[in-house]
């Protein structure tokens, strides 16, 4: 079967992973490199902090046709007009974002047990976060490393999309994408780039050559 997913490069962006630098600067070079989906993940603002910002990266979004998906907050996605959502297992679950947002676009769901995957949860995502991939700094408090071995294994016992996410960078995007990911999300590949178009442009290459 067809897997309706459209999206190549996704960019996972917070303020802190631009180090200082404009998060809205670094989105637009991203999508100028060839990003096509963006995920706002803001995990230590407020919610007024959280929806403004998400305000300012959706209008210029907006201007790119690109989709904003929120992280974690409904209420924030949902004031923001964002196309989406993603959640994992500490977060609200799909068939609870379906029921309270009707009109959501898109809803990730981060994979980190196979158990999941025989789970009901699953029939109300549109893709899934195989989370992570490899080890990364960027977010600690994860289950376990699926590595390329188990995204292939993941690969084999569902049709959903899967977005790999996870110490992903221009070394082995290739390798994730051989391995059955349709999509790779980066958080410091891009946003701590001294070039993120580039890094970006690098990326989306490899993907389509892989
Ligand atoms: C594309 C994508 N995949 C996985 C995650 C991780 O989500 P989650 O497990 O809910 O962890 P936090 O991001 O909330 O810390 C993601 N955000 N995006
Ligand atoms: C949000 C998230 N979910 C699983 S790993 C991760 C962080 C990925 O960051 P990086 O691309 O810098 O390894
Ligand atoms: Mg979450």
């Not at 959640?87 to 959501?104: A, L, M, Q, R, T």
């Amino acid at each position: 079967m067809e897997r309706q997913f459209p999206y190549k490069l996704y960019l996972v962006i917070s303020e802190e992973a631009c180090y200082g630098r404009d998060m809205l600067w670094v989105a637009e070079q991203a999508v100028k490199g060839g990003v096509d989906l963006v995920q706002i993940r803001e995990k230590n603002k407020n919610y007024s902090d959280f929806l403004e910002s998400s305000l300012r990266l959706k209008e210029m979004l907006d201007s790119y046709s690109v989709p904003l998906i929120v992280n974690d907050n409904p209420v924030v996605a949902v004031n923001c007009n964002a196309h989406g959502i993603h959640v994992g297992n500490s977060d609200i679950p799909p068939s609870e974002i379906k029921k309270k947002w009707p009109g959501c676009n898109m809803i990730g769901y981060s994979v980190e047990y196979m158990e999941q995957l025989s789970g009901t949860e699953i029939e109300f995502s549109d893709y899934l976060g195989v989370s992570p991939v490899f080890s990364t700094p960027t977010k600690t408090d994860t289950v376990t490393e699926w590595g390329l071995k188990g995204v292939e294994q993941i690969r084999t016992l569902t049709d959903k999309p899967l977005v790999a996410i996870g110490g992903i960078n221009q070394f082995n995007a290739k390798q994730v994408i051989q391995a059955g990911a349709d999509c790779l999300a980066v958080v410091s590949a891009i946003c701590a780039a001294d070039n993120p178009a580039k890094a970006a442009e690098t990326l989306r290459n490899l993907i389509e050559t892989a």
